[in-house]
């Protein structure tokens, strides 16, 4: 029904940028909301940000704030993660995520409905 395809991923010094793109295609739907999830070796999934499609509204995790940005241009169905002063625990796969989560658990993997790939950020010394 939803695709989802992230891209940006690479290497990068620490302090450095780096921007994530996630493209939808198929059925979207406006009301969705467009999240970004991250999981390093060995570790469990989590949440890094959100953005509601419709509002504009975002949140990001604490350990991301003021250092990453969540956005959308919504004629181009797409999402992105702009990432500022990268640092070594910023390394993980990236997944781009979209449905629609209950108002009570907005991140919590087992809320989207639809995963892209992942894209791989590596951070180096």
């Known amino acids: 029904q939803v695709q989802l395809v992230e891209s940006g991923g690479g290497l990068v010094q620490a302090g450095g940028s780096l921007r994530l793109s996630c493209a939808a295609s198929g059925r979207t739907f406006s009301t969705f909301t467009m999240a970004w999830f991250r999981q390093a070796p060995g570790k469990e999934r989590e949440f890094v940000a959100r953005?509601?499609?419709?509002?504009?509204?975002?949140y990001h995790r604490d350990s991301v704030k003021g250092r990453f940005t969540i956005s959308r241009d919504s004629a181009k169905n797409t999402v992105y993660l702009q990432m500022n002063s990268l640092k070594l625990e910023d390394t993980a796969i990236y997944y781009c995520?979209?449905?629609?989560?209950?108002?009570?658990?907005?991140?919590?993997?087992?809320?989207?409905?639809?995963w892209g790939q992942g894209t791989q950020v590596t951070v180096s010394s």
């Open positions: 953005i509601n499609t419709s509002s504009g509204s975002t």
């Open positions: 995520a979209a449905g629609q989560p209950r108002w009570y658990a907005p991140q919590a993997v087992s809320e989207y409905s639809y």
